[in-house]
C-alpha cells in the first residue's frame, strides 16, 4: 500500500514559482544568446585574421612558379606553367649559402638559449634567496628595451672582442637577446610544478643537478617547447642584428648574410632588372622550415601555452 502527499500551495505562492521560473528561463535564454553572439564575433574575427595571413602566404607561394608579366596581373592568378625554375635561380644566386649560415647560427643559438635561460628560471622560481626578485626583474626588464636602442654599444663590444661578422659573435648576441623572455616564460612554467616531486627527490638523496636534468626539465617539456618554437621564430626572422654584426669588415673578409639580408641582397642584384620571381621564390624558401616546424609542432605549443594556467 503506498500514500501520496500533495503539497497545496496558496494562490500567491504558485504565482510566485512560475515568476521565478519563468525568469530563470528568461535569464538562461538572454545568456545563451549572449554567448551565440560573442561566438559569432569571435569566428568572424578569426576568420578575417586567417585570411590577412593566409592570402599573402598563397601570392608569395603562386609568384614562384609565374613570369613578372603574370604578377604584374592578377594577384591570385593560378600561373600558367608550373615550373621550378625561379627556385633554381634564386639558389643558385645564394639563397642556399644564407639559408645554410641561418641553420648553422640557430641550431647552436636556440639550443644554448633553452638550456641558459631554462637553468636560471629554474633557479629563480624554486630556490628563494636574497635578491631573487632583482635578479627575476633585471632579467625581465631586458625584454622591455627595443634592440634597436643598444646596437651603438653592442657594436663596438662586439668589435672589441674581435667578432664581427663570426658566427660565434651573432649566436652570443642571440642567446643574451632572447635570454628575458625565455626566463620569464619559463619561470612562470616552473613555478606551478608539484613541489611534492622536488621533495621526494632531495629525500631520495639527487644533487641538484640531477634534480633539474633527470626530474624538473622533463616535467617542463611542454614549455619548452613553446618557448623554443617561439625563440626560433624570432632568431629566424631576425634582421636587424646580423645587418649590423654580419657585414665583411675587410676584402679578404667572406660574406655570412643570413636569410633575411640575403632576401635584401637578392632584391638589389636585380638591379633595373626584374626578376620577381626570383625573390618570391627566396621568400618561399625562408617560408617554408618555419611553417612546417610551426605545424608539427601546434599542439604542444598550445599544451605549453595552455598547463601553466591550468595546474
Do not use: C
Request: charged content about 10%.
Amino acid at each position: 500500500m503506498t500514500t501520496e502527499s500533495t503539497v497545496i500551495k496558496a494562490p500567491g505562492e504558485a504565482a510566485a514559482d512560475r515568476a521565478g521560473g519563468s525568469g530563470r528561463t528568461g535569464e538562461r535564454e538572454r545568456r545563451g544568446a549572449d554567448g551565440t553572439v560573442l561566438n559569432v564575433f569571435s569566428h568572424g574575427f578569426l576568420a578575417v585574421w586567417a585570411i590577412l595571413i593566409v592570402l599573402p602566404l598563397i601570392w608569395l607561394a603562386l609568384g614562384s612558379f609565374k613570369t613578372d608579366a603574370q604578377i604584374g596581373g592578377s594577384a591570385l592568378s593560378w600561373p600558367s606553367n608550373w615550373h621550378l625554375d625561379a627556385f633554381g635561380r634564386a639558389w643558385d644566386k645564394g639563397i642556399g649559402d644564407y639559408f645554410a649560415n641561418t641553420f648553422i647560427v640557430l641550431v647552436f643559438s636556440v639550443p644554448l638559449t633553452m638550456l641558459f635561460g631554462s637553468m636560471a628560471a629554474y633557479v629563480l622560481a624554486r630556490y628563494p634567496f636574497k635578491g631573487n626578485r632583482f635578479v627575476y626583474y633585471f632579467f625581465v626588464s631586458g625584454a622591455m628595451f627595443p634592440v634597436f636602442l643598444a646596437l651603438v654599444p653592442l657594436f663596438f663590444m662586439v668589435k672589441r672582442f674581435e667578432m664581427l661578422n663570426t658566427y660565434h659573435g651573432l649566436i652570443l648576441v642571440y642567446v643574451a637577446y632572447s635570454m628575458p623572455f625565455t626566463v620569464f616564460f619559463m619561470h612562470s612554467f616552473f613555478r606551478t610544478l608539484p613541489t611534492a616531486v622536488h621533495e621526494a627527490a632531495v629525500i631520495d638523496g639527487a644533487s641538484h643537478t640531477r634534480i633539474f636534468f633527470q626530474v624538473m626539465l622533463p616535467m617542463a617539456k611542454p614549455g619548452l617547447i613553446s618557448v623554443g618554437i617561439f625563440n626560433m621564430l624570432g632568431q629566424w626572422n631576425q634582421y636587424i642584428l646580423p645587418s649590423v654584426l654580419m657585414q665583411p669588415q675587410s676584402s679578404s673578409d667572406p660574406e655570412r648574410y643570413l636569410l633575411t639580408q640575403g632576401l635584401i641582397q637578392l632584391q638589389q642584384q636585380q638591379g633595373y632588372e626584374t626578376d620577381l620571381p626570383v625573390l618570391f621564390a627566396g621568400v618561399t624558401i625562408a617560408m617554408i622550415p618555419m611553417l612546417v616546424v610551426y605545424l608539427s609542432f601546434q599542439r604542444q605549443i598550445q599544451a605549453g601555452l595552455t598547463s601553466a594556467t591550468l595546474k
